[in-house]
Antibody, heavy 123, light 108 residues
Framework: QLQLQESGPGLVKPSETLSLTCTVS??????????WGWLRQPPGKGLEWIGS???????YYNPSLKSRVTMSVDTSKNQISLKLSSVTAEDTALYYC???????????????WGQGTMVTVSS | EIVMTQSPATLSVSPGERATLSCRAS??????LAWYQQKPGQAPRLLIY???TRATGIPARFSGSGSGTEFTLTISSLQSEDFAVYYC??????????FGGGTKVEIK
C-alpha cells in the first residue's frame, strides 16, 4: 500500500528557506511516471498547488510561487523534496505531498496524500 | 489560469437529505475535474475524477456530473460522516492545478 510521509522543520524564520521531504513507501517513485505534487493549506483556508515533479525530474510550478520554488527527486531514497525560499508569514501552512491517480497528463486528480506537515514562519 | 468557483460556501443539510454542490470553471476544463472531501485534521480524500468517476472505495451515494464549465457533486442521502468541506479541482489546463474555495456541508 502506497504511503507518503512529509517531514521537515516546523518553524522557519522569515526570509529563510523552507525545506521539506516527502518519503514514499510501498512503491518505487521510478516505477512509473507520475507527477508527484506538493500542495499547501494555510490555517482555515483552501488548497493551493505548489508544483509537481516527475520521477525523471521534470518540474511544473505554480506561476505565483515559481520564482521561489525548487523541487527535486531522489530515486535512491524514494523521496521528493521541496524548497521554498524567502519565506514570509504568508507561507505558514500545512504542506502536503500527493500522487495522482494516473500517469497521464490529464490524470492529475490527486489520489494518495500524505498526512501533511505544518510549517510556521515566524521569528 | 483557470479560476474555479464553488457555491454555496456553506450548505446546511439534515442527515438523510440530498446535498447538491456546484463548481464553475472560468473556461472549459472538459471533464478533467475532481472532487475532494476534507474533514478536520485530515488530508483531502479524492471522491470523484473525470467529473463523474468515483474513486476507489467511494460510496455510491456520491455522484458527479457536468462538463465544460459547470459541475455538480451530489450526495444522495447525507450520512453523519459526510459533513465536511468539499473542494473541486481542475486538471485540464495546468500548470497550475487550481482548486475551488470549498463548500462546507454542515448539519442543519
Amino acid at each position: 500500500q502506497l504511503q507518503l510521509q512529509e517531514s521537515g522543520p516546523g518553524l522557519v524564520k522569515p526570509s529563510e528557506t523552507l525545506s521539506l521531504t516527502c518519503t514514499v513507501s510501498g512503491d518505487s517513485i521510478s516505477s512509473d511516471s507520475y507527477y508527484w505534487g506538493w500542495l499547501r493549506q494555510p490555517p482555515g483556508k483552501g488548497l493551493e498547488w505548489i508544483g509537481s515533479i516527475s520521477y525523471s525530474g521534470s518540474t511544473y510550478y505554480n506561476p505565483s510561487l515559481k520564482s521561489r520554488v525548487t523541487m527535486s527527486v531522489d530515486t535512491s531514497k524514494n523521496q521528493i523534496s521541496l524548497k521554498l525560499s524567502s519565506v514570509t508569514a504568508e507561507d505558514t501552512a500545512l504542506y502536503y505531498c500527493a500522487r495522482p491517480y494516473s500517469t497521464s497528463w490529464y490524470g492529475n486528480a490527486l489520489d494518495i496524500w500524505g498526512q501533511g506537515t505544518m510549517v510556521t514562519v515566524s521569528s | 489560469e483557470i479560476v474555479m468557483t464553488q457555491s454555496p460556501a456553506t450548505l446546511s443539510v439534515s442527515p438523510g437529505e440530498r446535498a447538491t454542490l456546484s463548481c464553475r470553471a472560468s473556461q472549459s476544463v472538459r471533464t478533467n475535474l475532481a472532487w475532494y472531501q476534507q474533514k478536520p485534521g485530515q488530508a483531502p480524500r479524492l471522491l470523484i475524477y473525470g467529473a463523474s468517476t468515483r474513486a476507489t472505495g467511494i460510496p455510491a451515494r456520491f455522484s458527479g456530473s457536468g462538463s465544460g464549465t459547470e459541475f455538480t457533486l451530489t450526495i444522495s442521502s447525507l450520512q453523519s460522516e459526510d459533513f465536511a468541506v468539499y473542494y473541486c479541482q481542475q486538471y485540464n489546463n495546468w500548470p497550475p492545478l487550481t482548486f475551488g474555495g470549498g463548500t462546507k456541508v454542515e448539519i442543519k
